[in-house]
Nanobody
Framework: QVQLVESGGGLVEPGGSLRLSCAASGRIFSINAMGWYRQAPGKERELVATITSGGTTNYADSVKGRFTISRDNAKNTVYLEMNSLKPEDTAVYYC?????????????WGQGTQVTVSS
């Protein structure tokens, strides 16, 4: 079983910045893709950004140029640097990882971290 633990959410004013972190632990052989999704009240969960083990990234149009995803493969950790935050970025942000465990493939989600952008 693979666990994901997120940190770094909070309250920030519009135009501000936050950095989210997510560390994977457990019986991991390799992690292929890691990423961030978010869910705002009354809305469906949506993709924010993903990154492969080779460093290929993908972003939602709404965050391109403002958010940067990165990962440290040695630490099984993914980061999301969020700049120029807007009120519409307010949501619960979930970390995601998929890969191969010691005994089987896995797809895991973190518990979520709240990001609130408000003055």
């Amino acid at each position: 079983q693979v666990q994901l633990v997120e940190s770094g959410g909070g309250l920030v004013e519009p135009g501000g910045s936050l950095r989210l972190s997510c560390a994977a632990s457990g019986r991991i052989f390799s992690i292929n893709a890691m990423g961030w999704y978010r869910q705002a009240p009354g809305k469906e969960r949506e993709l924010v950004a993903t990154i492969t083990s080779g460093g290929t990234t993908n972003y939602a149009d709404s965050v391109k140029g403002r958010f940067t995803i990165s990962r440290d493969n040695a630490k099984n950790t993914v980061y999301l640097e969020m700049n120029s935050l807007k009120p519409e970025d307010t949501a619960v942000y979930y970390c995601y990882a998929e890969g191969v465990g010691v005994t089987a493939k896995f797809q895991s989600w973190g518990q979520g971290t709240q990001v609130t952008v408000s003055s």
